[in-house]
């Protein structure tokens, strides 16, 4: 097995598009973008095919569950999130990224959001020359409000 020594860059925001190839930075923005809209395909043409979320109080959720999820009655939640990346480190063809995010859900026919906040940890894997999300272990709790 050859030896990694691990790339570690602490970034802001901005200036992680010149990190892991811009990976956590597309994958934000598609995430803010595509998942609200229904466009579900491209988001998960972001992950790799054994993805696996990991999220507190509940079972692993594979490619198919969260495709399964994201599609499971036509209606759609409205969805809000803010993300700061605090870190992200690079070794060859894996990189993860540690990050503080809150996300607002508002179910469909309901007035006030959902609102969970916490960090996360994403590994990506660079599969083809590209990014993808293959591990997210996401440590959010519901913020009161």
């Known amino acids: ?3 990694c020594r691990p790339h570690l860059i602490r970034v802001l925001p901005a200036s992680i598009a010149s990190t892991v190839g811009g990976a956590g930075c597309a994958i934000f923005r598609l995430r803010m973008t595509a998942r609200p809209q229904g466009d579900i395909a491209a988001v998960l043409d972001l992950m790799t ?14 490619k198919q569950d969260f495709a399964a999820a994201s599609n499971s009655n036509g209606l759609r939640p409205q969805i809000a999130m803010q993300q700061e990346i605090r870190e992200v480190s690079v070794c060859g063809e894996i990189a993860y990224m540690w ?14 959001p959902i609102i969970r906040e916490g960090h996360t940890l994403t590994i990506f894997r660079k599969i ?6 293959a591990r997210d272990a996401n440590m959010l709790v519901s913020k009161s409000i």
């Not at 095919?49 to 594979?62: E, H, K, S, T, W």
């Not at 083809?128 to 999300?133: A, F, M, N, T, V």
């Open 128 to 133: 083809d020359g590209r990014w993808l999300l």
């Open 49 to 62: 095919d054994d993805v696996v979320f990991l999220i507190a109080g509940r079972a692993p959720m594979n």
């Open 1 to 3: 097995m050859p030896s």
């Open 99 to 112: 990050s503080e995010l809150e996300v607002q859900i508002t179910p469909p026919a309901a007035t006030t």
